[in-house]
């Protein structure tokens, strides 16, 4: 099977833009989660997509949104971009009934300048 | 809320000695899971191994185990014969089923250094 893909895989956008992210998870995986990554805060969970619900949402701001198709890709969505979401942003998927292992994508790193 | 500790933010030892890394979690949760993932430089995450908190046997995955203390909410990654591929962020995840659906919570990680 082919693995999580996210698109694209690096991102220089200025202050006050918007940016979308995409991931594609592994065929036959309904679940999708978003994380951030920085260096100071490591990993935060931004929010969970299942059969194209919001199942779950982390501790960020309005600004960060995020949908899911019906095949399962995603998407996520950051509006007035501010320097502090610099960070990988990070995929995973699953099967996504009870806890089971998540696949993860390479990343998007997002530069905010 | 859950919350995940890992105390060493980093780590180096030489190639072939084992290796332990520390995770304690905070929970009042009964039944979860606890995981270690393991971010080699420049790739992709992947899950080393996966501990369910209903079983007292400590998971074993070819060179990495684990030793969970349930009763003292600790959970740690023993590395055996430590090799050079063995270098990366290592996170420890706590992760139980809210209202249906997964929710990780991650710890800040450590940084190990396998040396030649």
């Known amino acids: 099977k082919a693995g999580v893909t996210q698109t694209p895989r690096y991102l220089i956008k200025t202050r006050g833009q918007q940016v979308t992210l995409s991931c594609s998870p592994i065929?036959?995986?309904?679940?999708v989660s978003w994380y951030q990554q920085t260096p100071g805060q490591g990993l935060q969970f931004l929010f969970e997509y299942f059969s194209e619900t919001q199942r779950n949402k982390g501790n960020f701001p309005g600004r960060f949104s995020g949908r899911q198709f019906s095949n399962s890709r995603s998407e996520m969505n950051v509006s007035t971009l501010e320097l502090g979401d610099s960070a990988l942003y990070l995929c995973?998927?699953?099967?996504?009934?009870?806890?089971?292992?998540?696949?993860f994508g390479p990343g998007t790193r997002l530069t905010v300048t | 809320a859950q919350t995940v500790t890992q105390s060493q933010p980093e780590m180096s030892v030489q190639e072939a000695e084992t290796v332990t890394l520390s995770c304690t979690y905070d929970?009042?949760?009964?039944?979860?899971?606890l995981f270690w993932y393991k971010q080699p430089p420049s790739r992709q995450m992947i899950l080393v191994i996966r501990?369910?908190?209903?079983?007292?046997q400590n998971a074993t995955e070819n060179r990495f185990s684990v030793n969970f203390q349930k009763a003292a909410k600790s959970f740690s990654l023993k590395i055996s014969d430590s090799q050079l591929g063995d270098t990366a962020m290592y996170f420890c995840?706590?992760?139980?089923?809210?209202?249906?659906?997964?929710?990780?919570?991650f710890g800040q990680g450590t940084r190990l250094t396998i040396n030649p």
């Open positions: 065929s036959g995986h309904r679940s």
């Open positions: 995840a706590f992760g139980r089923v809210v209202q249906g659906a997964q929710k990780l919570v």
């Open positions: 929970t009042s949760e009964n039944n979860y899971y």
């Open positions: 501990q369910e908190a209903y079983k007292q």
């Open positions: 995973a998927s699953s099967y996504g009934t009870g806890v089971n292992e998540q696949y």
